[in-house]
């Protein structure tokens, strides 16, 4: 039987450091990976530059026009960081489908992280899911609450949870 995992990335390269402790602990030949990459969503970023080598229309008196600048909305933005998504990580999903691993990219727009996280292993029937921690203690802790610990809290799942060294 097939073991799901939930993986959620970011674009830190320490988010990424738990898929080589994944590789130790379950084989490929039994394991799903759902890489899951959590960003904020987009606003959309106003109007794009103007591209002055494109052809124009004149005006009704015969004035240049000239190049307007296009609006770039939210999902146009969300459409460009998932395709940036799947090339950041197509080196280590080719590694590990090359592996025999059964990889799938999701990537995910909101602003509350943890709840989504919680949401997708509840609907995908997730069997476990792994991620790297800081593992902060003290005062520290106390001011940047822990993403996996608050999941932890949240999921009647097991979390395999990695504090590698920076």
């Known amino acids: 039987m097939m073991k799901k995992i939930l993986v959620p990335l970011t674009k830190s390269t320490f988010s990424h450091k738990i898929l080589a402790e994944i590789e130790k602990f379950f084989p490929p030949e039994e394991t ?8 904020k ?7 794009a530059a103007t591209d002055y080598r494109s052809d124009y229309a004149l005006a009704s008196e015969g004035e240049p026009l000239g190049p307007k600048a296009h609006p770039v909305f939210a999902s146009q933005e969300e459409d460009s960081i998932q395709a940036d998504v799947e090339v950041a990580l197509l080196a280590e999903t080719n590694a590990l489908k090359e592996k025999g691993y059964e990889v799938s990219v999701q990537t995910c727009f909101v602003d509350d992280a943890i709840s989504e996280i919680v949401r997708i292993a509840k609907r995908d029937k997730i069997d476990l ?27 009647d799942i097991p979390l395999l949870l990695v504090h590698p060294k920076d």
């Open 129 to 155: 899911i792994a991620m790297s921690t800081r593992a902060r203690v003290g005062v520290s802790r106390f001011f940047f609450a822990d993403i996996a610990e608050q999941v932890m809290q949240k999921v």
């Open 32 to 39: 799903k990976l759902t890489l899951y990459y959590v960003t």
């Open 41 to 47: 969503p987009p606003k959309g970023s106003g109007f």
